[in-house]
């Protein structure tokens, strides 16, 4: 069993900054792409920003320049450093990763359970 665990969400003021974690564990054998997604209320969820096993980073426009994913693969951790938050960016933070596990021999994509970032003065 898999288990995909998030934190650092909360609540920040415009122009303030939040880093979010989200840490995989189980029985696991390796993990392909990582990413971040969102989701506001009456909206749906859309992708914030991915990245491969090799490193490479993927952005939705509305983030650009001002959000940064990461991962650690010794850890099994991917990371979202957001900066200058907008008040547009208030909504359930959600991580997703493929990963291949020992019990099931194929790629599988698993979800956090959501994190809430509210960005308000």
């Known amino acids: 069993q898999v288990q995909l665990v998030e934190s650092g969400g909360g609540l920040v003021q415009p122009g303030g900054s939040l880093r979010l974690s989200c840490a995989a564990s189980?029985?696991?054998?390796?993990?392909?792409?990582m990413g971040w997604y969102r989701q506001a209320p009456g909206k749906q969820r859309e992708l914030v920003a991915d990245?491969?096993?090799?490193?490479?980073?993927n952005y939705a426009d509305s983030v650009k320049g001002r959000f940064t994913i990461s991962r650690d693969n010794a850890k099994n951790t991917v990371y979202l450093q957001m900066y200058n938050l907008e008040p547009e960016d208030t909504a359930v933070y959600y991580c997703?990763?493929?990963?291949?596990?020992?019990?099931?021999?194929?790629?599988?994509?698993?979800w956090g359970q959501g994190t809430q970032v509210t960005v308000s003065s």
């Open positions: 997703k990763m493929f990963i291949w596990t020992r019990s099931t021999y194929r790629y599988d994509t698993y």
């Open positions: 189980g029985n696991i054998f390796s993990i392909a792409g």
């Open positions: 990245v491969t096993s090799g490193g490479n980073a």
